[in-house]
């Protein structure tokens, strides 16, 4: 099993100590937590077994890869936590209901359109989740968050209109970073997002595959022109090396970036990467 860099004590020593500036780390799938002086953003966190336990029977096993490197106990600092979707790797009771519990003052940031399977699933109250949808933006704990679609693998609503798949713009002190949820790409994508901006893009790397029966991501070279498009000043892969069903290696992802000249950081789980 993959061994993160840092786990546990010394991870969240490090997190802690670093104030001042922008720093984040990447903790496996779409989990990145990001600290920006001294405010604590955790985008899309999946820090338990649950998958791997609920399909250790069937013919889908979830297998980790990558050994997890924080309990969510142990991330009572954060600020805001996001959900981009209701898919478990995303929205997980097993981390998200202690992550919660650890801080009360926790701001929860998800799609409006999912906001009662949210309350459902993790059995809060309907007032914590603060939804968003297309254009929308809330400001929270020191963070302005805008709401951008995902296509996963395809745009959907709700009877409202809402979109039930999201990424989200984040901007502090006048960094913009960009978590887009799990997506691929669709008409109007370039030119919604070229409007923020953009520093840092998170981007799912592991591509689609009809085999491996759950929707489909971005692979690596259209996560690199992605990237390139809309003018990030660097881009990160995510959404690998969690489960063995469902990954691929950060080559293509590597190569495309080298060959159009897009600048990128490929991280290992529990890695730090300052700006």
């Not at 786990?7 to 720093?23: I, N, P």
């Not at 955790?42 to 890869?65: E, G, N, Q, V, W």
């Not at 924080?70 to 898919?87: A, K, R």
């Amino acid at each position: 099993m993959i061994q993160p860099v840092l786990k546990d004590a010394a991870l969240r020593e490090e997190m802690l100590s670093c104030v001042e500036g922008l720093h984040l780390w990447w903790l496996g799938q779409s989990g990145f937590l990001v600290r920006c002086n001294g405010k604590t953003l955790l985008f899309d966190p999946y820090l338990s077994d649950s998958l791997t336990h609920k399909y250790a029977t069937t013919d889908k096993p979830h297998i980790r890869m990558t050994e997890n490197p924080i309990v969510p106990q142990m991330l009572g600092f954060v600020d805001v936590v996001t959900s981009s979707h209701n898919h478990t790797d995303h929205l997980d009771a097993e981390t998200l209901v202690p992550l919660m519990q650890a801080n009360t003052d926790i701001k929860f940031v998800i799609p409006e359109a999912n906001h009662v399977f949210v309350v459902e699933r993790l059995r809060i109250d309907h007032s914590l989740p603060l939804g968003l949808n297309d254009g929308e933006k809330i400001s929270v704990s020191g963070w302005d968050i805008f709401g951008v679609p995902a296509a996963h693998e395809q745009i959907e609503t709700d009877q409202q209109g809402r979109h039930k798949f999201m990424g989200f713009i984040a901007r502090r002190d006048g960094l913009t970073l960009y978590h887009s949820g799990d997506t691929v790409l669709y008409d109007g994508i370039v030119d919604k997002l070229k409007t923020f901006n953009i520093d840092i893009a998170l981007l799912p790397i592991n591509g689609r595959a009809p085999e491996r029966r759950v929707s489909g991501n971005l692979n690596g070279r259209e996560a690199a022109q992605l990237a390139k498009d809309i003018g990030a000043k660097l881009v990160i892969p995510c959404h690998y090396n969690m489960f063995t069903f469902n990954t691929e290696p950060p080559d293509m992802f590597v190569a495309e970036c080298e060959r159009i000249g897009q600048k990128y950081r490929v991280l290992k789980c529990g890695e730090k990467f300052s700006w």
